[in-house]
């Protein structure tokens, strides 16, 4: 054991572990979720690339000496490739702003430093959590723009993954082009179509969400380091902004760019609200497209039964048989919970005061939940349901033939009174309506089956009337 002391009092912390007094103390006091900052690896990276920026920017400066620099620097290294993960135990949702997380980071960078110059862990008499790891910086401006940075890389894997669930939506566009179906509006019969064209609508509304996704994730370039405390730069050089922001962004790839009023920037939290919206935006359309495989594979034989989806397991412990939509539902479940996400975030982001928002830690969690279902989903429902989707093709098309709503396209020709009695008559009588059409005359031969053809429906086309 080793003892450590800060302005509450003395504690004694395990000589194996890297964190110190200030993180232990958050452990005791934040017995929350049981769920560690280390569970979000993006966040810890990231942490360490803000310290090592610092560090940089610090020497640049002649504010910190090049042995202390350097071994920050070193320290950060190992901490970004995932080395160390371990160490980070404080809980995911604390009070504080993000200051038990900025001092886990801190403790676990200075003792790493001490060690690679030699000296014990808790000397921090030669490297100080504070006064070398924290320098020029608060938790304040160092906990945003690390969130700010995991999200830009999340962000990105999502857009990944809903990428790939776009294209396997594409494939089907294809494979279903020559599929004739009934449309639907309002659980009701409406015109034909091409499963192809169905299809094609939900690649279409993905691929929007994509491009939703990377204009939101553009709010995030923006950071407030070198805000410090409450915007006005205190403790930190005169031309620190410029300078940290540059090592940052020469070290992640980014193309960061300091906020115009840093002020506003360490209280403002819209951005945050903007990517939680895109992404419940996305719940919603996903949940909408898995309601509709849902019923488009209903049955097999009492429900729509249109389309087949991969059976991945058993149903039911009751019913022999029985296979169940199980990938829709758990991406339904999935679009739930961003939508209560979202409305967190929203609360959370409402109560910032003054000069600063104290809930960052929900919100970044809540985040990063949201992305990380999201992506896992995307992922499940490209490959455990949609690659194998398989149509019931000669089903599909007994259905268009079969529907009265077929009586649509004689509208132009005969008009909608003409076409709305005979559409009556064929649901009183069970006919069809190209059945009922030849026998009362209303057109040729020739024309109903140039008009009544489903293939033909699918596509604009006006017929005048005669």
Request: net charge negative; glycine share 8%; proline share 5%.
């Amino acid at each position: 054991m080793r003892r450590e002391h800060d302005l509450i009092g003395e504690m004694q912390i395990p000589s194996e572990c890297y964190y110190g007094i200030q993180t232990l103390r958050a452990v005791h006091n934040f017995e929350i979720t049981g769920v560690p900052i280390s569970s979000m690896p993006e966040l810890v990276h990231c942490l360490a690339y803000v310290k090592k920026a610092a560090a940089l920017a610090n020497l640049e400066l002649g504010v910190l000496p090049s042995p202390i620099a350097k071994a920050v620097a070193d320290a950060c290294d190992e901490v970004i490739e995932g080395k160390l993960l371990g160490q980070f135990v404080v809980d995911v949702i604390q009070g504080g702003a993000g200051t038990s997380t900025n001092m886990n980071a801190n403790e676990v960078i200075a003792n790493r430093a001490l060690e690679l110059m030699g000296f014990e862990k808790g000397r921090y008499d030669v490297v100080h959590p504070l006064n070398h790891v924290n320098c020029s910086q608060s938790t304040n401006d160092v906990y945003p723009t690390a969130v700010r940075l995991a999200l830009l890389m999340k962000l990105s894997g999502l857009m990944e993954e809903m990428t790939s669930l776009q294209e396997s939506f594409t494939a089907k566009i294809t494979e279903f082009a020559d599929v004739i179906k009934i449309g639907r509006t309002q659980l009701q019969d409406a015109v034909p179509m091409t499963l192809g064209q169905e299809f094609s609508a939900y690649a279409t509304t993905i691929g929007e969400d994509v491009q939703r996704v990377g204009e939101a994730r553009e709010l995030l370039l923006e950071i407030n380091l070198g805000a410090t405390a409450i915007g006005t730069g205190l403790n930190a050089p005169p031309d620190y902004a410029r300078v940290v922001t540059r090592h940052l962004s020469g070290l992640t790839g980014l193309p960061l760019v300091t906020s115009a009023n840093l002020i506003e920037a360490t209280w403002d939290t819209g951005a945050y609200v903007q990517v939680s919206s895109v992404l419940k935006r996305v719940a919603v359309k996903l949940s909408k497209i898995c309601n509709d495989l849902r019923l488009l594979s209903s049955g097999p034989r009492a429900g729509l039964g249109e389309i087949n989806l991969p059976a991945v397991q058993p149903g039911s412990s009751i019913m022999p048989g029985k296979v169940n939509p199980v990938i829709p539902e758990v991406v339904n479940q999935v679009a739930y919970e961003v939508i209560g996400n979202d409305v967190t975030i929203s609360f959370a982001s409402e109560a910032g005061q003054l000069e600063l928002n104290a809930m960052e830690p929900i919100i970044a969690f809540n985040l990063f939940r949201s992305i990380d279902m999201l992506g896992r989903s995307c992922r499940v429902l490209a490959d455990k349901c949609v690659d194998g989707i398989t149509a019931n093709r000669e089903r599909c098309r007994r259905m268009v033939e079969n529907s009265i709503s077929i009586v649509t396209a004689l509208n132009p020709i005969i008009g909608y009174e003409k076409s709305s009695a005979l559409a009556r008559e064929a649901l009183e009588t069970d006919r069809s309506i190209y059945d009922l059409a030849i026998e009362k005359g209303v057109l040729s031969r020739e024309t109903l089956d140039e008009i009544l053809t489903p293939e033909n429906m699918t596509h604009p086309r006006y017929l005048k009337r005669r």
